[in-house]
């Protein structure tokens, strides 16, 4: 059994300010997205201007959509009982599906403002959510939380607060897994322009398929637990349709055109000269 680490959650305190890592965590997600997206601004014919922009109605999708998914997902019975719960965001966390709702809002939003289709936008975005994701679930491990069940595997570490179970440290693989594999697969992929919708499609399969697996390690939301079956997680439930949206989502790409606006600009110029 391995030693949970003793990492203050609080990174930077300065008198009464105190910035915590977990915080810190979005910061870097969201500066290393913006970071990428400049790289390949020209994609969608955007501006790298256009990306902070394009950062800050993310940044809103993840806030408002994580915390409320948390509260409809997770904690819909203390919602009904105390609404301003909502508003408390010390006090409980953020769901990754509310967020990736939010986030679809925003790209809505930011899609039809600057004239792109929808899954154009989203096919651009897929790859630099790992970013985030992965940070996140290193501030989830460094608050000591998610943590995983009982096991006796050599790499297993006794929690703070839970006893002295050996678990398994959970978000660590939700860091390997939605962080380090998906980043790496997705950028690999999108490394040329695909068909419209086919990048989309593979970060839900992968998300889905990643987390479904991991629930099946992760202890239960002790608020909900199993929802069915003593093994099916609220986890699990989110992320089935995400899995089977994306494999639909992967099979209608494969009738949609390229999206590059490059090709798009030199196809112009070709028509322009021949003309």
Sequence with gaps: MLDYPQIDPVAIALGPLKIHWYGLMYVIGFIGAWWLGRKRADRLGLSRDDIGDMLFYGALGVVLGGRIGYALFYGLERLLDNPLWLFQIW??????????????????????????????????????????????????????????????????????????????????????????VMFAVLWWVSRQPRRRGMISGLFLVLYGVFRFAVEFVRRPDPQLGFIAFDWLTMGMLLSLPMIVAGLMLIAWSRRQPVDDARVDDAEKATDATSS
Aim: hydrophobic letters at 50%.
């Design 91 to 180: 006090d409980g966390g953020m769901s990754f599906h509310g967020g990736l709702i939010g986030v679809l809002i925003a790209s809505l939003l930011f899609a039809r403002k600057h004239g792109l289709a929808f899954f154009q936008l989203t096919d651009f975005v897929a790859p630099l959510v790992p970013i985030g994701l992965g940070a996140g679930r290193i501030g989830n491990f460094i608050n000591t939380e998610l943590p995983g069940r009982v096991t006796d595997v050599p790499w297993a570490m006794a929690f703070p607060g839970m006893g002295p179970q050996p678990r398994h440290p959970s978000a660590l693989y939700e860091f390997a897994l939605e962080g380090v």
